[in-house]
């Protein structure tokens, strides 16, 4: 691990168990660089992501203090729950305004195609497990450690036609008879979705971080739909402070966290997002995401990561359903993981949109 990112894992540490309260001050850059043995600028790097996630802020003349402040929540805390008025939007103004995410190369997509087909024919008109091809569920969650520090078996892991797809199975798995939170304004198909598979929706008012917290301790939805990176059409992203205020919710009301993740592979950080999924302790975490973003809206393949604790459930209502994904698209997908061509592709995304976002700020 580069030191920064040891700097930053150790502070992150310290700030979330509370030896640097909220308000406290941090130790300045060069006190943190003597005492580490390292440059200036590998502290400001650490630094830097700290800020970036809302664990501290800076302040000029001043240094840095620590703004992470889950443990002030508290469950009815809040004012009162206020009635979202702001509609969604439709997939066509998403379509129009959603920022571009980089095409993967067609050529290295059909060679690969070329390859599985001539390599192992037979393996292509092989039923598709219920949860998934394997090779693609074990491809997967050897990435996710790798690149996401993402833990999740193979078995852990569900692949569905489509995020709609997946919205649609969380809603027969976890039952119609339960309130599904949604934030507003958001995403119109993930509305859309969960009233077509009959569920009970209320939408929750976005405030500069996330869902209002008056809002999130006050609703009667017991599963609550997210998207912590970049919400849709708003650009709202969750600070550290309020996705551990999600998770305090979803373990005081014994809550369903469905988090939505479609982009955050293309952050412009120098290190992958924290997941929810990935921060969860007591497995009250589903997570979703897609291909459409990263490889292309052709490919139709998303997959679901399931708490260990919900895999019992989710076999048994849904452990009959055929796989939607043809098994060809599978194993090309598996291959593109495995061989390591689409993290160079991620790589390179997020190279780009680094260097857009400093060139932005020189302006």
Known sequence: MPKYLEIYEELKKDITDGIYPN?????????????????VITVEHAYELLAEEGYIDSRQRSGYYVSYSAGDFFPGASAGHTSATVRPVFEEEKKNTAPPA????????????????????????????????????????????????????????????????????????????????????????????????????????????????SSLWNTKARVLHITPYRSFPTGVTASAGKKAEYLKWSTS??????????????????????????????????????????????????????????????RERIGEYACPVPTLDQLILAELIENGDFERHINRVRRQNRLNRMKKEKK
């Open 253 to 314: 009301v014994n809550g369903i966290l469905v988090e939505d993740d479609f982009e955050s592979e293309f952050t412009p950080s120098r290190k992958a997002e924290d997941t929810l999924f990935s921060l969860d302790k007591a497995g009250t975490v589903l997570y979703i995401n897609t291909f459409t973003k990263t490889i292309g809206p052709s490919v139709r393949i998303a997959y679901l990561l399931i708490p260990k604790n919900l895999l019992k459930l989710f």
């Open 102 to 213: 980089g095409s993967f190369s067609p050529s290295i997509y059909a060679k690969t195609a070329r390859k599985i087909l001539s390599g192992n024919p037979k393996s292509v008109m092989e039923k598709s497990p219920a949860f998934g091809n394997e090779s693609l569920r074990l491809a997967l969650s050897e990435y996710l450690l790798r690149s996401r520090h993402i833990k999740a078996n193979p078995d852990q892991i569900l692949i569905g036609a489509g995020a709609e797809y997946l919205y649609g199975v969380i809603v027969r798995t976890l039952g119609r008879d339960k309130i599904y939170g949604i934030e507003s304004p958001g995403y119109r198909r993930i509305e859309q979705t969960y009233l077509d598979d009959g569920a009970k929706i209320e939408l929750l008012p976005l405030g500069k971080d996330g869902i209002k917290s």
């Open 23 to 39: 308000g406290g001050k941090i130790p300045g850059k060069r006190t943190m660089a003597d005492e580490k043995g390292v440059s």
